[in-house]
DNA sequence: TTTGTACAATTGTGATCACATTTTAAGCAG
DNA sequence: CTGCTTAAAATGTGATCACAATTGTACAAA
């Protein structure tokens, strides 16, 4: 953990032969997704440069990735932020996430064995001790462990890179719905979805999925959302249709 | 177009204030969407830079946010590479596809307008016209335009972008597909994608566009496919779970 | 207190250089 | 012609510098 003003940043541990680049592209990948960030927050090269003492090459490469993916926004100015969903765009996500991660669930079905449903029934212990001793962090971790170890089933889970891009542009938002899922928890859908597993049942597969995701991060829909505009939400629009028609 | 050993390259055109990086990224991003890159074909930086005398820092920059949207791979030796797609892997991104694809068009249905369908046929008109004369540049462009016009109708189509990447990644195949196409053409699965819009019929539409891409491409899977192994594929693998476990 | 202006600091972008590693080519022995 | 060694060229990576544009701040005028 490192302290500076406003940004929150872990140093992951060096994988071998990994470069600089790559480094701080998990970094800050990693603190995207964990819901480190705030919506609307400005991130700087030279300022995480420092923080993570490496020159701005490095950095800029990284940003420039995360910028591709949909985790950052660069507005006209050049300056990156953090970018803010406005609801309409969030509830379109929840629906792809919907959709992709029932897809990818179902087509992992044929490949899972007896061992990887008692490494998933662990993991699901871990998370729900988690839960229990309130630890955010640990929470949005272990549902990520959970899900991509079980879409990660399937050889050649292509699904998997575009479900994290989803999770990514989601990501600044985690906090605040993990801070808010004890009002909206009822009952443990992981369950449900290692009970489907172990019966082979691609219905119940889906439709635990379904609930998963609609429980977790569904509820935010509805309120509670910074409504701030935002210039440049990478959005394809109607004037790209226009221009065709002309 | 430029002439250089073994890269096909155009020149886009400059949009007002567009940066230098974003400019080269435009046109890589065209060039293997277009299908002007051979499979295992090896991209540097100063070759293109040379080509679209710039310096090597926007290329880099391209690159790399290529290599994250799966477009290009980086070998263990750093170089960077045209990735060759093994069968099971080209099945897995058809199937994702025909999922993705289907979704994003009946999410736009709401939005079609008489005006967008008569925009449509005139594309369609325009691609079969290209189809006529053997363009196959026309033929690959004019399919792209037509399906992202489409799915562009949603106001917030955050799918959009992840069919693209789809695109993207089968991309070196597509000159191949469209070489082979008039074999396997025997319907205008366009012609059913518009009358499906028109009579507001969520599941013809689905059906229409599963036909459309399975035509186009699906043959592929069977035949063909140069089977060279690539020994960075980015796939999520079984050792990933395996060290989970531990 | 509020508004306007000039100056200083900060920002992203692009270019260039140094360096370790890899690839290619040349040279030579068999 | 083949196989091996060695030198030269090329490659990706990281660091640093210059520059235009933006942002922030201090100070003066109302």
Redesign the interface.
Same mark, same amino acid.
């Given at each position: 953990m490192t302290a500076a003003p406003g940004i929150n940043l872990d140093k992951l541990g060096n994988i071998e032969n990994e470069?600089a =680049?790559e480094w701080v592209y998990r970094a800050l990948r990693f603190a995207i997704m964990s819901g480190q960030f705030q919506p609307n927050q400005a991130l700087t090269i030279r300022q995480i440069a420092g923080i993570l003492n490496v020159s701005a090459m490095p950095v &800029? #490469?990284a940003l420039?990735?995360l910028t /591709? *993916?949909?985790a950052l926004t660069i507005k006209s100015n050049?300056r990156i932020i953090v970018p803010t969903l406005i609801p309409?765009?969030l509830? +379109? %996500?929840i #629906?792809?996430r919907v *959709? %992709?991660e029932s897809?990818a669930a179902i &087509?992992a079905l044929p490949y899972i064995s007896a +061992?990887?449903i008692s490494?998933l029934e662990d $993991?699901n212990d871990k998370q729900n001790s988690a839960f229990e001793k309130r630890d955010f962090q640990g929470i949005i971790l272990g549902n990520q462990?959970f899900h991509r /170890?079980l879409?990660?089933?399937?050889?050649?889970?292509? /699904? %998997?890179?575009?479900i994290e =891009?989803l999770w990514l =542009?989601i990501g600044p938002l985690h906090r605040l719905s993990v801070a808010k899922l004890p009002e909206h928890y009822t009952h443990d859908r992981h369950c449900d979805i290692i009970d489907a597993l172990k019966h082979h049942n691609p219905f119940g597969l889906k439709s635990a999925i379904e609930a998963d995701i609609r429980e977790s991060i569904g509820f935010l829909t509805e309120s509670d959302l910074l409504t701030g505009q935002d210039e440049n939400l990478?959005?394809?629009?109607?004037d790209?249709?226009k221009s $065709?028609?002309k």
């Open positions: 470069t =680049q &800029r #490469e420039k990735r /591709t *993916e949909g050049r309409a765009r509830s +379109e %996500l #629906e792809l *959709e %992709l897809f &087509r +061992e990887l490494h $993991l462990i /170890t879409y990660s089933a399937h050889p050649h889970a292509v /699904t %998997l890179p575009m =891009q =542009q990478p959005l394809p629009n109607k790209y249709v $065709l028609k």
